[in-house]
């Protein structure tokens, strides 16, 4: 009974871990796309959709929301968009893309704060802010992926298209961030009447093909994340052995 009471309290312990790591690898991901909001390039295609209608909402043609807020509401339709592809294959494990989602929508928001004061008057500084955004975005999606959690809401449709159609993950990638992009000028012309180069712009084709190669860099390089992870502080240890004492004493 010890033993199975030790390993079920080691169980919780390290998926508390796992999940503070992901939590950290999800702040880390959305300070990488406020650098690249900052830098009015063009945003990452993740926030292309949201940017749009927030700026929007300055303008008064839709609500006024933050960013966070449409992230969010964009993260749960793309979590229905694989309830309706998927259907009865749909996994209930996959509603914690929910929680995924609002988390990453709460630390964008106090992302877009921290960033407030960096401005890109010249090009060299945007471009500058456009491959610091994109270094910073990478290294924390692949953090997330070493996580081994449930995926954002961004990779969980792709997966679910994958799965779907029988087409590789890749191309079902490649065919939803398109897809953001083409929605996000949409947008822009629908509710701001033009471009807006600030949301969709050649730091979002950038950032299509960049980060994918700084994820993949450290796809080889992350031997020290996988023994973080592992870890087990050895505090642990200690209560448990107190608890396995006391309780010796009372029987």
């Not at 063009?42 to 043609?61: D, N, Q, T």
């Not at 456009?130 to 990779?155: D, K, N, W, Y």
């Not at 953001?180 to 000028?185: C, D, F, G, K």
Request: overall charge positive; some cysteine; hydrophobic content about 55%.
């Amino acid at each position: 009974m010890i033993s199975a009471f030790a390993l079920s309290k080691e169980k919780a312990a390290s998926l508390c871990w796992q999940h503070l790591l992901l939590f950290g690898s999800l702040f880390i991901m959305t300070f990488g796309v406020a650098l690249c909001i900052r830098s009015n390039l063009g945003s990452s295609v993740i926030s292309s959709v949201p940017l749009s209608l927030a700026l929007a909402g300055e303008a008064g043609v839709v609500p006024r929301l933050t960013l966070g807020d449409y992230t969010n509401l964009m993260n749960i339709c793309l979590v229905v968009c694989q309830l309706l592809v998927l259907r009865r294959r749909f996994e209930a494990v996959q509603l914690l893309q929910l929680v995924i989602g609002f988390f990453f929508s709460f630390f964008l928001d106090l992302s877009m704060a921290l960033t407030s004061w960096v401005v890109c008057p010249a090009l060299w500084q945007q471009a500058i802010t456009q491959v610091g955004g994109c270094l910073v975005l990478g290294t924390g999606i692949a953090f997330e992926v070493r996580c081994g959690s449930v995926t954002m809401p961004g990779e969980g449709l792709p997966a679910a298209v994958s799965k779907a159609c029988g087409m590789p993950f890749a191309t079902a990638k490649i065919i939803i961030d398109i897809s953001l992009v083409a929605i996000a000028v949409v947008l822009c012309y629908l509710f701001l009447g033009t471009w807006m180069w600030n949301v969709v712009g050649f730091g979002t084709i950038f950032a299509m093909i960049f980060v994918g190669m700084v994820v993949k860099f450290y796809a080889q390089r992350l031997g020290w994340f996988e023994r973080l992870l592992h870890f087990r502080p050895g505090f642990r240890r200690y209560i448990y052995g107190l608890a396995r004492h006391i309780y010796g004493k009372k029987r």
